[in-house]
């Protein structure tokens, strides 16, 4: 009986350091699986505001170009019909189609300045991603 009890408290041990690996693997799993659930909706909720703000700034913008078309075209055709009995509607014409030119190759250059410029686009995810990997690598 003596011998019996002995083996159970060295058997224990083992069985015991086995299962508390197990559990600490659980924990850290589920830490891990947390932390990536926090980041995803994260994500998400970025995701959301961004669209949102896309959907009114793509209304407001289309509001605008309108009304600045609309704005623009009878300009034009005030400056067109100011000239048209004298001998310098021609010119007038010229004038107006000139402008538009310049004002569409400033139009391309802005255009093509902001395509180069860098999205911020789920920077705080980014930027919460690089310090839990920073802090597992310190950790290590």
């Given at each position: 009986m003596y011998v019996q009890e002995e083996e159970r408290t060295t058997a224990s041990p083992?069985?015991?350091s086995?299962?508390?690996i197990v559990d600490a693997a659980k924990r850290f799993a589920g830490s891990?699986?947390?932390?990536?659930?926090?980041?995803?909706e994260l994500l998400s909720?970025?995701?959301a505001e961004e669209?949102?703000?896309l959907s009114a700034l793509g209304i407001a913008l289309g509001l605008a170009l309108f009304f600045a078309w609309m704005a623009v075209?009878?300009?034009?055709?005030?400056?067109?019909?100011?000239?048209?009995?004298?001998?310098?509607r021609i010119t007038a014409i010229v004038g107006v189609l000139l402008f538009y030119l310049v004002a569409a190759l400033a139009a391309a250059l802005v255009a093509r300045s902001k395509m180069k410029l860098k999205s911020s686009l789920f920077a705080t995810s980014a930027?919460?991603?690089?310090k839990d990997k920073e802090l597992l690598e310190s950790s290590t």
């Open positions: 083992g069985r015991d086995s299962a508390g891990v699986l947390g932390q990536v659930q926090t980041r995803l909720v970025e995701w669209k949102s703000r075209a009878f300009a034009s055709f005030l400056v067109v019909a100011w000239f048209w009995d004298t001998e310098q930027a919460e991603l690089r």
